[in-house]
C-alpha cells in the first residue's frame, strides 16, 4: 500500500522494471548516480576521439567559409546597403514616429 504522505506515485525507473511493475515495499528506490554525469562521459576514449575530430571538422569549415565568402556574397555590395549615418538614423527615426508630420 502506498505511503499516505506522498503526493505522487515513483515513476522514475518505471522503464528498467516496466510500465506498472509493483514499487518494492519500503520506500523510494533510486538508482546510484555519478557526481556529475558529464565526468562518465568525457572518461570514455571513443567520446574524446570523437569530441576531437568533430572540432577539427568544425574549424576546417570555418576556415573554408571565411577563405571563399567573398564568392558567395560579395561584401563591397552589402556595404552600400548598410552605409547609414546618425541623421539618415534620425530623419527615419522621425518618420516612424511622426508620420503625420511628413509632406
Known sequence: MADPHQLFDDTSSAQSRGYGAQR????????????????AFLADPVSNMAMAYGSSLAAQGKELVDK???????????????AVDTMYVGRKLGLLFFPYLHQ
Open 68 to 82: 571563399n565568402i567573398d564568392r558567395f556574397i560579395p561584401i563591397t555590395k552589402l556595404k552600400y546597403y548598410f
Open 24 to 39: 518494492a515495499p519500503g520506500g523510494l528506490s533510486y538508482p546510484a548516480a555519478s557526481p556529475t554525469p558529464h565526468a
